[in-house]
């Protein structure tokens, strides 16, 4: 069974700090327009009281529920029939007028959900969103993770992750963490691999050979913010997506993962 999965900071669906403009709408176009099995989610805005008044078309549900809605015209768009998705919201940041957080789409039933709380300071409200998800190939452990901006910060997130996978998902399970790591540096990749006993994924060149992803900033990326870890698939392709269509619609780029499990 193959399984594509996406990772995506969505910016709370908004962008532009003068003359903000609300992208939910088109989001939820275009990650249907994926057609992940999976999709990590960063920055879903679960409630905000000021952007509801402002904007005239804000979502009544929270955005995860809102971005869970198939549009009517993606299966043209596709050429075949497509599925809403199950969802799962963790929240994290609370504040007077709202919450945001980490969200997973799911194609598949989610069997259950936690959402552990690594904060490391009180400015910064981190989380690790875990979910059991049942394929027709069996049970897997999908975690949406969000680190914080201090190196410091991310290197004890990183512990608190593997020490969190190490306790809830059995050695035998396929697994796959991806998010915004806010690893520009991408010093964290060999401690989560050996400490997760995972591989990080990465796109192949033209020549074949593997390259770092670029996410970050969209309009320009160079800097591999979001990443995937992975242990019992096999990577088929990955890529980031590109252009100025995407550029509009939050500050980083999506990337899109097809793997193929190889544990029964």
């Known amino acids: 069974m193959r399984l594509r999965i996406a990772t995506y900071n969505i910016h709370k669906g908004v962008m532009g700090l003068r003359k903000p403009s609300l992208t939910i709408h088109a989001l939820r176009d275009q990650i249907h327009a994926m057609d992940a099995d999976l999709v990590f989610l960063q920055e879903v805005q679960g409630r905000h009281d000021k952007h509801a008044g402002k904007f005239e078309h804000w979502p009544e549900a929270g955005q995860h529920d809102f971005l869970a809605q198939k549009p009517s015209a993606i299966d043209d768009l596709l050429g075949h029939a497509s599925q809403q998705y199950f969802t799962a919201y963790g929240m994290n940041a609370v504040y007077s007028h709202g919450h945001h957080g980490n969200a997973l789409l799911s194609r598949y039933e989610i069997e259950w959900m936690l959402n552990q709380d690594v904060s490391d300071h009180r ?50 399970m396929p697994l796959v963490v991806a998010g915004d790591f806010n690893d520009w540096q991408r010093r964290l990749g060999p401690i989560l691999e050996q400490g997760l ?68």
């Open 197 to 264: 006993t995972a591989q990080e994924v990465m796109p192949l060149d033209k020549n074949n050979r593997l390259t770092r992803v670029g996410s970050f900033p969209s309009r320009f990326p160079m800097l591999g913010l979001d990443r995937v870890f992975t242990r019992g698939f096999k990577v088929q392709e990955a890529t980031v997506l590109h252009g100025h269509s995407w550029a509009k619609l939050s500050d980083h780029a999506p990337y899109v993962v097809d793997l193929e499990f190889i544990w029964p």
């Open 123 to 172: 400015l910064e409200q981190r989380g690790l969103l875990h979910c059991c998800v049942k394929t027709p190939a069996g049970p897997i452990h999908a975690m949406v993770a969000h680190f914080g901006l201090l190196y410091r910060s991310r290197v004890r997130q990183a512990n608190k992750l593997i020490e969190h996978v190490a306790s809830h998902v059995p050695e035998n």
